[in-house]
């Protein structure tokens, strides 16, 4: 099973961040593996700078606070 998501949030300073992707599951009986990949994918990019900020150029540091998660299943 193919899922997107989408989280938003913001870190310390109050810059605000989004990230998004997509992660893979064996069956939809593994939602809950979907949650963790997803958070884990976002957290990457979060720490290596490829995450779409809300102020460019400004430091983004944790902690980081989850504001919205979405995750869709793809046809």
Do not use: N
């Not at 913001?10 to 593996?33: K, L, R």
């Not at 963790?36 to 400004?58: E, I, N, R, W």
């Amino acid at each position: 099973m193919t899922y997107t998501y989408i989280i938003d949030g913001t870190a310390a300073d109050g810059q605000t961040w989004t990230t998004t992707g997509s992660v893979e599951t064996a069956s939809e009986g593994q939602f809950p593996a979907t949650v963790q990949l997803a958070m884990a994918d976002s957290f990457q990019q979060l720490t290596q700078g490829k995450a779409v900020y809300g102020q460019p150029g400004v430091g983004c540091r944790g902690p980081y606070h989850i504001a919205r998660l979405l995750i869709e299943r793809q046809p």
